[in-house]
């Protein structure tokens, strides 16, 4: 091998990492393009309009949560004493509260997990997403299934079913809020980098357009 060979190899790697980063990639330009690839904006203008509209419905929605919590749980006057959770000795108005908080975190950390790549946040919102789910099901399961428990099924079916609409309710409005606050990110990231992606309708446009031309 001559001397001007063994030069070009050992300057190869570093000619290839000239060139990946001659291209203007920004930093978080992988994180952008999972968001991009999760929530499938179709172009560039309508990421606002997203934006916005996610985050007005999470907020109505987990808005809405605590006024059912409000008005069906914290004022209804349950006897509080009869149905005490097993999991850490909570009433059902404690028990509620804690399936929302728990709907919430989980939520969070499940779509940041996501589009992050990071395992552990996602093993523990799969725990609190558990934890929930047996609140959400324990005062139905105690009224039929657990001798001499102090919950007849009519209140423990009227439990369960507050609870669970407070959960799915709680989970899907964070879910919204979470998918807001990545847009917004985005928009930033496309602001601050000059960053833009393809019209996706365009694309579709024209690859249906090949498509006719094709079986003609």
Not at 55 to 64: D, E, H, R
Not at 77 to 106: K, P, R, T, Y
Not at 208 to 215: A, E, K
């Amino acid at each position: 091998m001559s001397e001007v060979d063994a030069l070009l190899e050992s300057d190869a790697p570093t000619e290839h990492h000239q060139v990946r980063t001659g291209r203007g990639m920004p930093p978080d330009a992988e994180f952008a393009e999972r968001i991009l690839k999760r929530l499938n904006p179709r172009n560039p203008e309508i990421v606002y309009d997203m934006a916005a509209r996610a985050s007005k419905n999470g907020g109505m929605l987990i808005t809405l949560m605590v006024v059912i919590w409000w008005l069906f749980i914290g004022v209804k006057g349950d006897d509080l004493s009869a149905g005490v959770s097993v999991f850490f000795s909570l009433n059902f108005e404690q028990a509620a509260l804690a399936v929302m908080i728990l709907s919430l975190c989980s939520a969070l950390l499940t779509e940041f997990s996501r589009d992050m790549g990071k395992i552990l946040p996602s093993t523990a919102a799969g725990g609190m997403l558990i934890l929930a789910g047996l609140y959400v099901a324990e005062p139905l399961v105690s009224a039929l299934f657990i001798t001499g428990a102090d919950l007849d099924v009519q209140i423990g079916l009227w439990r369960t079913i507050r609870l669970g609409v407070l959960w799915g309710g709680t989970t899907y409005g964070s879910n919204l809020i979470v998918n807001a606050l990545l847009l917004k990110w985005l928009i930033r990231f496309m602001d601050s980098h000059d960053y833009e992606f393809p019209d996706r309708h365009e694309q579709d446009s024209g690859a249906n357009s090949v498509n006719t031309l094709v079986q003609d």
